[in-house]
Each structure stands twice: as C-alpha cells, then as structure tokens.
C-alpha cells in the first residue's frame, strides 16, 4: 500500500529558531496533503491544505508566516514552524492524498513530536 | 459544519473480548465518508476502516467492524476478540465527498483510549 514518509519523527529546538518538517509519498504521487496538529491527549486539528504548484490553504486562525507550507513536487510537502516558540510545541502529521479518487484510506504519515525549549 | 463525537474518553476490554467504540456525526451532506484510525503511543495513524454513506452493508476488515446506523447518524467500531497490541488511541473520523482537493480533508472525533486488560 501507499506509503508516507515524515521526517524528522522528533526534534527539539530553542526559541525563536525555525524548523523544517517534510512529507514524503514514497510510492505514489501526492495532488494533495495535508498538515495537521494535535496537543497532547487531544485530537487532529486540520491546519492546511498543501496542493502541488500552489499556495497552501490555511484553516481560520493558522498563522500562514509562521506556518509555512510548500509543495514544490508530486511527492514532497514541508512544513517550516518559522521563530518557533514554546506554545508551538505540539505533534505535527501530514496525510497524502493520491490522485486516484477511489483512495479513501488517507495515508498518514508518521508523525513529528516538535518541542521548543 | 461537520462534527465528529466519541463520548468515551477511555475503555477497557478484557482480552479476547469484544469491544464498541461508539461514534456519532453530524452533517447536512448526503454524500460523506467514515473512518477510523487506530494511534499507538508511538504517533502514526493507521487507517482501520471505511464506510460510505451510500454503502448498503456495514464494512468489515478483519477483526473490525464498522456498526453504520444512518438514521441514527452512528458509526460504531467494533473489535472482536481483543489483543493486548489494540491498546491505543482509536479516531473516528469524516471526510466530504465532493470534487476538489479539500474534500479529502478529515474532521477528527476527540478520540478514545482503548486499554486491553491480560
């Protein structure tokens, strides 16, 4: 089956850096992915919707200059938490969709566990 | 709007046994999809099950089971026979059914913890 890759699963920066998380499909061609959010013991929070060649979608209330979303191919998106801060601190997963509309799994990736001292 | 809700914050299940996770939805779309993702402590998200709005028969995949009541707008998880490896956060969840990018969306229940007692 399809699979996502994410990378990295874990990071832990300082303050006021910016990281840089990628979304890879690694056997098919993601049109579309998806950037989600989730606080501890909560649930999936959509943030954005990443479309390949154009600018992402972002749900009401994501900053899109903190949050920035690229999707320069068929099979990588990466996500940059600019000047991150404390409160940025959460577990970041991406979904691929393929072009094939009969997909209905919505693969996900593995996750990224961002902690921001 | 759509909205997800699983009112069971935690379960537990002796092994072996059988277990229902309950899940209920609210939408005005007549044409949406259902799923559930299991997430063990390590984070990912693995799909489990799906069911169409317009699919007549309740999904099966393996040991899961999807209870669909339309009416009652319900789509139940079922898990027979229970394994010490189910443990884990289990998402109910929906998606739009329409042409675009963004019908692939999923909006997430608050999920429910799952402990499989030895």
């Known amino acids: 089956g399809a699979v996502v890759s994410q990378h990295p699963s874990r990071v832990i920066c300082k303050s006021g850096t910016s990281v840089k998380i990628e979304c890879r499909s690694l056997d098919f061609q993601a049109t579309t992915m998806f950037w989600y959010r989730q606080f501890p013991k909560q649930s999936l929070m959509l943030m954005a919707t990443s479309n390949e060649g154009s600018k992402a979608t972002y749900e009401q209330g994501v900053e899109k200059d903190k949050f920035l979303i690229n999707h320069a191919s068929l099979t990588l998106s990466t996500l940059t938490v600019t000047s991150a801060h404390p409160e940025d601190s959460s577990f970041y997963i991406c979904?691929?969709?393929?072009?094939?509309?009969?997909?209905?799994?919505?693969?996900f990736g593995s996750g990224t566990q961002l902690s921001v001292l | 709007a759509q909205k997800i809700t699983q009112t069971q914050p935690g379960m537990f299940v002796q092994e072996k046994e059988a277990v229902t996770l309950d899940c209920t939805y609210d939408?005005?779309?007549?044409?949406?999809?259902l799923f559930w993702y299991k997430q063990p402590s390590s984070g990912e998200m693995i799909f489990l099950i799906y069911q169409g709005s317009y699919d007549e028969q309740n999904a099966t995949e393996g040991r899961y089971s999807l209870n669909f009541q339309k009416a009652r707008k319900s789509a139940n998880l079922v898990i027979s026979a229970s394994q010490l490896g189910d443990s884990a956060m289990y998402f109910c969840a929906m998606r739009r059914m329409y042409s675009g990018a963004g019908s692939y969306q999923l909006t997430f229940g608050k999920g429910t913890k799952l402990s499989v007692i030895p």
């Open positions: 939408t005005s779309d007549q044409s949406y999809g």
């Open positions: 979904s691929a969709r393929t072009s094939l509309a009969t997909n209905e799994k919505l693969f």
